[in-house]
T-cell receptor
Framework: AQSVAQPEDQVNVAEGNPLTVKCTYS??????LFWYVQYPNRGLQFLLK??????LVKGSYGFEAEFNKSQTSFHLKKPSALVSDSALYFC?????????????FGAGTQVVVTP | EAQVTQNPRYLITVTGKKLTVTCSQN?????MSWYRQDPGLGLRQIYY???????DKGDVPEGYKVSRKEKRNFPLILESPSPNQTSLYFC????????????FGDGTRLSIL
């Protein structure tokens, strides 16, 4: 079984400051990790993924995430936050050794960026 | 435009009245899935389908049915809805493979009175 923990219900940051959204995971096989963003009244949009290779993954809208195997973490980062980054962010994990493995989501972190 | 389309977007109904939420994708994806989103719980998988006529239960299948007669469509059926099925529902699709991101519809907000 796999699980995802997003320890912060909400992250508040001022525009222009760095943004970090935390995620830790547990999976028995190889971790395939994903970040999604949800804007109000919309579905989830894919931001980035880690499958293998470089631990620093770059994605859409200036976001990046760092995979840390020893700490089983996959934190989402953005060097300079924008007000338009205010949204709900979900981390998700899949067992890479299972072709039809379930995508397990965290509870989500609300990001609020103030002007 | 590549998209996953859900209908209706909003529905208020009463306990016991059968309803169907439709989901259609135009990307020729093999994999489709239904999730429900509840505050503090994230997204939980209801059912998924690996291809036409192949479906399986997710984490919270009780009270729901699905079918996959065509590749593009994956309707969610609530035979006898109850108030605990009041939630925000999402359909998603992807190509086959655990490394593939899923594409989500815009959601259906169901209220069961």
């Amino acid at each position: 079984a796999q699980s995802v923990a997003q320890p912060e219900d909400q992250v508040n940051v001022a525009e222009g400051n760095p943004l970090t959204v935390k995620c830790t995971y547990s999976v028995s096989g190889n971790p395939y990790l994903f970040w999604y963003v949800q804007y109000p009244n919309r579905g989830l949009q894919f931001l980035l993924k880690y499958i293998t290779g470089d631990n620093l993954v770059k994605g859409s809208y200036g976001f990046e995430a760092e995979f840390n195997k020893s700490q089983t973490s996959f934190h989402l980062k953005k060097p300079s936050a924008l007000v338009s980054d205010s949204a709900l962010y979900f981390c998700a994990v899949r067992d890479g050794s299972d072709s039809w493995g379930k995508l397990q989501f965290g509870a989500g972190t609300q990001v609020v960026v103030t002007p | 435009e590549a998209q996953v389309t859900q209908n209706p977007r909003y529905l208020i109904t009463v306990t016991g009245k059968k309803l169907t939420v439709t989901c259609s994708q135009n990307m020729n994806h093999e994999y489709m899935s239904w999730y429900r989103q509840d505050p503090g719980l994230g997204l939980r998988q209801i059912y998924y389908s690996m291809n036409v006529e192949v479906t399986d239960k997710g984490d919270v299948p009780e009270g729901y049915k699905v079918s996959r007669k065509e590749k593009r469509n994956f309707p969610l059926i609530l035979e006898s809805p109850s108030p605990n099925q009041t939630s925000l529902y999402f359909c998603a699709s992807s190509v086959q493979g655990p490394n593939q991101p899923q594409h989500f519809g815009d959601g259906t907000r169901l209220s069961i009175l």
